[in-house]
């Protein structure tokens, strides 16, 4: 009994640490890993023969490759911010998101504030420009790191 016990345990414990996927990086980077999940646009894995529980952004992910089927579990493409309305696939993401991209150049923005329209417009006008901003360096995504009443400030990211 304690042998067949044995041996269970082992089987089960090899499973679980074996490498099973394979992440495939925007930057063409790629990571034998055992993927766990996607939660909030973040994938949690581990690495083989670990188990903590690592974390990259969505962003960063082109494709997860289930290694047993050779079934592609995610699957992302890099956003074009090339062209006059690149701007527009410019993604406003928290800093918990930018994990696993690049930083950038930090990126600002006065709020202007013309009569007749709400607070929430002038905010809306003013993260537009820092869109097109970060689109302008070719950044396709975009951390507001301080917002007050006169100005804007943000840090660009990229794949």
């Known amino acids: 009994m304690k042998t067949i016990f044995t041996l269970a345990l082992a089987l089960f414990t090899s499973l679980i640490f074996a490498d099973s996927h394979i992440i495939v990086k925007q930057n ?3 990571l ?11 994938v949690f894995y581990s690495l083989p023969g670990s188990s903590t529980v690592n974390e990259i952004s969505l962003f960063a992910i ?4 289930d290694k ?8 992302n493409r890099k956003a ?3 062209g006059k309305t690149g701007y527009k696939n410019v993604q406003i993401i928290t800093n918990s998101q ?5 930083q950038g150049t930090a ?12 607070k929430s417009d002038w905010i809306a006008d003013a993260s537009i420009r820092i869109k097109k901003q970060a689109a302008k360096q070719g950044f396709p995504f ?18």
Do not use: F
Not at 32 to 42: A, R
Not at 62 to 65: A, G, N, Q, S, T
């Open 28 to 30: 063409g980077e790629k």
């Open 32 to 42: 034998e890993v055992n993927y766990v999940t996607t939660k909030d646009n973040t």
């Open 62 to 65: 082109e494709k997860v490759i």
């Open 68 to 75: 047993k089927t050779n079934s592609i579990l995610i699957d």
């Open 80 to 82: 074009d911010v090339s």
């Open 98 to 102: 930018a994990n696993g991209l690049y």
């Open 107 to 118: 990126l600002k923005t006065t709020i202007h504030k013309p009569k007749g329209q709400m």
């Open 142 to 159: 975009v951390v507001i790191t301080n917002q007050t009443d006169s100005q804007l400030e943000a840090v660009a990211y990229n794949y």
